[in-house]
Structures are given as structure tokens and as C-alpha cells.
């Protein structure tokens, strides 16, 4: 059994940061890619940005510049640094992983950008 635990959300105000984190725990065998998606209210689940194995890394254009994802191939855990926060961040993040054994989704954390 796969299980993803996320942590780091929260409400912040607008321009201000965040770090998610997002620690796999379980019968993993090897990670390829980890993303990161969201979801707010009335929209479809988007996907935030993503990284792989080998550290190459790919943004939705509405958060380049702003957020940095990053992964730590030891611990298997990935985060997400999201700097100068704007109300249009405002929602459910969720980590995703492929890995040999399968893919996995964790629970989301919110994240409210409201001053």
C-alpha cells in the first residue's frame, strides 16, 4: 500500500509564500514523476507542475516564475515553493506520483490567497 501525506497549506495573503510538502510512504519500489495539481472551486483539476527522476521540471504558464517544485529522491518526498501568491492560487493541491507499482493521489491541502 501506497500513501502520500500532504502538508503546508494554509491561508496566506496575497504576495505572500507557501511550501508544500508531500512525503510517499509504502510499497513504492521506484517514483518516476511527481506532480503537483489543483483544483478550485467550479474548475476542472489542473495540472500545477511536475518533476521527474532526473529532476526536469515542467510549470502551468500561470505559475512560472513564481513557484519552484523540487524532490528529494532519499526521503521521497517532493515540495512545492510558491512565492508571490495571488488570489487565483486559491485552492485544493494535490500530489500525484507514477511509479512502478502504479499512480497514487494524496488527500489535497488547501490553500486560500486572501488578504
Known amino acids: 500500500q501506497v500513501r502520500l501525506v500532504e502538508s503546508g497549506g494554509g491561508l496566506v495573503q496575497p504576495g505572500g509564500s507557501l511550501r508544500l510538502s508531500c512525503a510517499a510512504s509504502?510499497?513504492?519500489?521506484?517514483?518516476?514523476?511527481m506532480d503537483w495539481h489543483r483544483q478550485a472551486p467550479g474548475k476542472q483539476r489542473e495540472l500545477v507542475a511536475s518533476i521527474t527522476s532526473d529532476g526536469s521540471t515542467n510549470y502551468a504558464d500561470s505559475v512560472k516564475g513564481r513557484f519552484t517544485i523540487s524532490r528529494d529522491n532519499v526521503k521521497d518526498t517532493m515540495y512545492l515553493q510558491m512565492n508571490s501568491l495571488k488570489p487565483e492560487d486559491t485552492a485544493v493541491y494535490y500530489c500525484?506520483?507514477?511509479?512502478?507499482?502504479?499512480?497514487?493521489w494524496g488527500q489535497g491541502t488547501q490553500i486560500t490567497v486572501s488578504s
Open positions: 500525484y506520483i507514477r511509479t512502478m507499482a502504479g499512480d497514487y
Open positions: 509504502g510499497n513504492i519500489f521506484r517514483i518516476y514523476t
